[in-house]
């Protein structure tokens, strides 16, 4: 399961795919390294889901080739399907068992047999702090702890490729940093992750590379740090007392853009705390007085605006819905 | 393991699955096998006194109990393959499915399980139908081999209108339709020889009457169960539950398949 080749783990080149008359993947192509988190980042509709459901062998794609842990999806999709893990973002657990039956499916379905099988639903259920929960129906799990039980069972065949089509969406903050340090683990542990996400923080805490996709093209593509220089819109916003205090900090700083009418001035900065420090430091010993200040980081608006040309993410219903079953 | 080892236990655990969502919903379960028992307590007690004496001279209720107890066993079947298409429904629009598909598995394991799984109930819902019959005073000069053909012709029956409801849940676009759909199935019985003698039909309805596939099963149940001749109803019965089990399970494996292939729903 780990590195000892250099095959990647997701190798995807030329894929396509349209529903009936609409285009939803145009020539989508992407690798994600073996171990590595690669995060696919996008708006509702960009073509997110489809692109897991191509690659995880659910539905075929018009044209290009891929290869999962080596195995072409093509060509031996069962061979693919004994290296992955998929967690769709409507969940896949049996509603009408309880948790460590959910689990004791997967392990019978792996054929592992009854005393690994057994061992390894504990480790699970221990893994994912599920254990007091583990004979209770579903109906009394939490989201976060439905999630939770839906990885456990995704990792039941210890795959080395996992599939996590928005794995938070939905969550609570507590339960998405949990969901966030089980990626991390995993990772770390070797197995190469495709996650698709809506929200650049998650891409940027996880993702090792992101590549954004918009209306089924991937427009851009690299490590968190290449697109981030990429994207403008990072800043940080000055709120003085006064124009005085505006108009000589504004004088200070060049290149940042003054509000007069609200008493802002909005400077460019990558929100890092030693650029912050700089910043008060360098007001301070002009003596300029700032009132408050708040920070803002990039968003996938800006992402968006900035790699696609300005044109506004649009929610397309009609690509959604093919792509969400 | 062989293919065909991995095929026998994915099915297995499809098959536990399965059993288990009967205990777990039970209200489904109960009201499949509870609705033959009421059927068969309206017929013998509300009309089976002026049907039993349909029957012939000086016979009554208790006649009419013997004589319509392979129509109930038939109302049974219909009323179990409900079920099993609403189970197909509820597996196909849930998100489980797609993680069956994703993984390593028969590929028909997951219908197996559903087909086996009905086959059981149904089987266990003849057992409590005959034993409310025997309460109520049903009696029967069948011997061992007689009961064990009669619930053989049935079970087979079973069988191919287990397939057409694993077929129907299949094509359904949600759980509604997917219970509505196999409803018809329930009157057949009621179209045929199941409660009363086709020959009291008129035209165009006796013919489909006498026609249609409950028909022949019935009347080979009924002629097991009494000891009379079984003559051709056999060979029609077992034609008939082969070819719609043979038909329905190419469909079912044509739908399920055509589902994976391009997801249009």
Known sequence: MTGQNSTPGIVASGVCKSFSAHLVLDNVNLTADEGSIFALLGPNGAGKTTMVRILSTLIPADSGSMQIAGHDVVGDPDGVRAHIGVTGQFSAVDNLLTGRENLRLMTDLRHLGREAGQRRITELLEQFDLTDAADKPLSVYSGGMRRRLDLAMTLVGQPSVIFLDEPT?????????????????????????????????????????????????????????????????????????????????????????????????????DGTVDSLRGLLDELHQARIDVERLSIHTPDLDDVFFAVTGGHVPEENPIAEGVAAR | MTALAYTVSDSRVMLR??????????????????????????????????????????????????????????????????????????????????????????????????????????????????????????????????????????????????????????????????????????????FGSGFVATATMPAGLRQFAEYQPFTPVTDTVRALLTGAAVGHHAIAAIAWSVGIAALSYLWALRLYNRRRATEAH
């Open chain 1, 169 to 269: 969406t939905g969550l609570d903050p507590a339960s998405r940093l949990t969901m966030w340090q089980i990626v991390r683990q995993l990772s770390r542990s070797g197995v190469t992750i495709l996650l698709t996400t809506q929200y650049l923080e998650e891409a940027d805490q996880l993702a090792d590379r992101i590549a954004v996709l918009d209306q089924g093209r991937i427009v851009a593509e690299g490590t968190p740090d290449e697109l981030k220089r990429r994207i403008p819109g990072g800043h940080v916003r000055l709120h003085f007392a006064g124009p005085e205090s505006l108009r000589s900090a504004a004088e200070l700083l060049p290149a940042a853009a003054p509000d007069p009418d609200e008493l802002v001035l909005q400077v460019p900065a």
């Open chain 2, 17 to 190: 699955r399965n059993l288990k969502h009967q205990l777990r919903y039970p209200s489904m379960t109960l009201m499949l096998v509870g609705m033959p028992i009421v059927f068969l307590l309206l017929f013998v007690y509300v009309f089976g006194g002026q049907l039993g004496a349909g029957l012939g001279a000086h016979l009554g209720r208790h006649a009419y109990l013997n004589y319509v107890v392979p129509g109930l066993l038939l109302i049974t079947v219909a009323s179990a393959v409900q079920g099993t298409s609403i189970m197909v429904a509820m597996d196909m629009t849930g998100g489980i499915i797609d993680r069956f598909r994703t993984m390593n598995i028969a590929r028909a394991s997951v219908l197996t399980g559903h087909v086996l799984g009905s086959l059981i109930q149904t089987l266990a819902a003849f057992g409590v139908l005959i034993g409310v019959a025997f309460g109520l005073g049903f009696d029967s000069s069948a011997g061992l081999l007689d009961w064990l053909a009669a619930i053989g012709i049935l079970a087979l029956f079973a069988f191919a209108l287990i397939w057409l409801a694993v077929a129907l849940g299949l094509a359904a676009k949600s759980v509604e339709t997917a219970s509505n759909t196999p409803m018809i199935l329930i009157l057949l019985p009621f």
